[in-house]
């Protein structure tokens, strides 16, 4: 564990603190970021194993020569340092960290005198409990952050409400096609394969999703709710929310949020323009870069399935196949630890043939920068919320095809409320992943094109002065002033 020895300048003082996961940690260091940049002191408390990787391959040495009132802490997150820490044992890893985190983070909290160095508690909501502990017991205010999509943690919300109308459990793969009518404001438009994955099966005679409702409910004792999402995108749901939620802060998407002040923020001053710094937890392969270079307009469909994901080595045929028979250029992200087994079999000389015509395949990819190329005409994602929301703000249509949690509430919106995309989930077949590659590509690359650069100019607009997140932001630095000056008085 490591704690720092600075003195913190200001009242408003805030801990942030993460789920030790790529997409959890990436939009929490933004909105870290955007902290800073409104003179609010942000101490980010990594897990010792992430912290190690952001060493590696991201930028910590230059973010923290840009912020002075940005710090980074660490704490042991109860696991062997050679553990994998897989993505398919995350629940496993939460639960460690659940179990070992408090005594740690409680020393991280306090001054030596005995007084609290935080005025605030920034932490990831699906870390309800532990959290609210911590703040409870140090007298520190807490500020939940879920780093979902609303339409997600909605249902994970009003999931009791699904138990006592029968509507839940789901019976099986005939039961797949049912409407869900009882979450309000999602009425005829969810089926219960288009629930949060953690809707399906049971285990030991329970529902896997009782841990992620608890922790969403947690949600409703801390002082406000920030989620990663925008006016124009979910306003519905989000007016729902706010019946329980009454100070929510709806910032999103923060990686463009973050661009807009950085922007302004030079334009206002003689600053030379803000540096944007990579939070990756792998070592990026700019290549791909330089071969995209090469590709002509709107002709390349990206494929990443983001950190977690894990493919049968089938589905990777599947989708290998699909791609190489659009006849589109691809480039596709295959990260070290995705293909669950390898056969050692030799691969199908038209595969090789076709990926040395038209592919390009990386480890990792700078995904912002790639989906932001002129050569990107679509985007084949397993819908994790920050990939979601970086192909909405590049303009580019999507093909969903979900893993878990959240991803599959996520596809459903893509499809069938934006209209920015198809959904493929619990389909994994060549002739469809082909079908749906054209469809982007070619067939109805119009109509796309028109939804998704109205979505994309609806995104850009929230995050710009007068704009809805841009607004929300604002009022979430005053509310967390007014907490520290609170904190500083009591
Ligand atoms: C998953 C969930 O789906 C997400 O919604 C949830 O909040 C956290 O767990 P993950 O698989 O990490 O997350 O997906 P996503 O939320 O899309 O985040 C992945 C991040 O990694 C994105 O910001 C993406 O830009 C980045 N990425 C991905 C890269 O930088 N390079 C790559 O090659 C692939």
């Not at 194993?49 to 660490?74: I, K, Q």
């Not at 494929?303 to 589109?328: A, H, P």
Request: glycine letters at 6%; proline letters at 5%; a negative charge.
């Amino acid at each position: 564990m490591t704690r720092g020895e600075y003195q913190c300048e200001t009242e408003t003082h805030v801990l942030m603190f993460p789920l030790p996961a790529q997409g959890h940690v990436n939009c929490m260091l933004q909105l870290a970021e955007l902290l800073v940049l409104s003179d609010v002191h942000v101490t980010f408390l990594n897990t010792e194993h992430v912290h190690h990787r952001l060493l590696r391959f991201a930028d910590v040495p230059s973010r923290l020569a840009a912020y002075p009132t940005l710090h980074f802490e660490t704490f042991s997150d109860g696991l062997p340092s050679d553990d994998p820490r897989h993505g398919d044992n995350l629940g496993e890893h939460i639960k460690q960290v659940n179990l070992t985190a408090l005594p740690q983070l409680r020393e991280i909290c306090m001054e030596d005198s005995g007084k609290p160095r935080f005025s605030c508690i920034v932490g990831d909501g699906i870390f309800g409990r532990l959290t609210y502990e911590l703040g409870q017991e140090l007298g520190i205010p807490v500020v939940y952050f879920r780093t979902v999509s609303a339409c997600s943690f909605w249902a994970y919300f009003c999931a009791p409400r699904l138990l006592e109308c029968n509507e839940l459990p789901i019976r099986g793969e005939d039961d797949m096609d049912r409407m869900i009518t009882s979450i309000p404001g999602m009425e005829n438009l969810v089926r219960c394969r288009d629930l949060p994955s953690f809707f399906r099966g049971t285990h030991n005679g329970n529902l896997p999703l009782e841990p992620v409702v608890f922790e969403t409910h947690q949600s409703l004792r801390g002082q406000a709710l920030i989620l990663n999402t925008f006016e124009d995108l979910e306003g519905p749901v989000l007016s729902k929310i706010r019946l329980h939620f009454p100070r929510l802060y709806a910032l999103g998407p923060l990686h463009a949020h973050l661009t807009s002040r950085k922007a302004a923020k030079t334009m206002s001053s003689e600053e030379k323009p803000a540096a944007s710094f990579i939070s990756s937890l792998w070592e990026v392969d700019r290549s791909c870069m330089t071969w995209l270079d090469a590709q002509p307009p709107k002709s390349v469909i990206y494929v990443s399935f983001g950190s977690i994901t894990t493919i049968s080595r089938d589905m990777l045929t599947e989708i290998w196949y699909g791609l190489v028979n659009s006849k589109k250029r691809f480039l596709w992200v295959i990260r070290p630890d995705m293909v669950a087994e390898q056969d050692g079999k030799d691969l199908p000389l038209e595969l090789v043939e076709g990926t040395k015509e038209r592919g390009c395949m990386v480890g990792w990819a700078p995904q912002q920068d790639v989906l932001a190329h002129a050569a990107i005409g679509g985007f084949m994602t397993h819908s994790g919320w920050n990939s979601t929301l970086e192909g909405v703000v590049a303009s580019v249509p999507m093909i969903c095809w979900p893993y878990f949690a959240d991803q599959q509430i996520n596809s459903r919106y893509v499809s069938e409320v934006w209209k920015i995309g198809l959904d493929m989930k619990d389909t994994c077949d060549r002739k469809v992943v082909e079908k749906m590659v054209n469809d982007v590509m070619e067939e109805r690359r119009e109509e796309f094109e028109k939804s998704t650069q109205a979505m994309a100019n609806l995104a850009k607009t929230s995050v710009r002065e007068g704009g809805s997140s841009y607004s929300d932001f604002d009022r979430l630095v005053e509310f967390l002033k007014l907490l520290g000056t609170r904190q500083k008085q009591s």
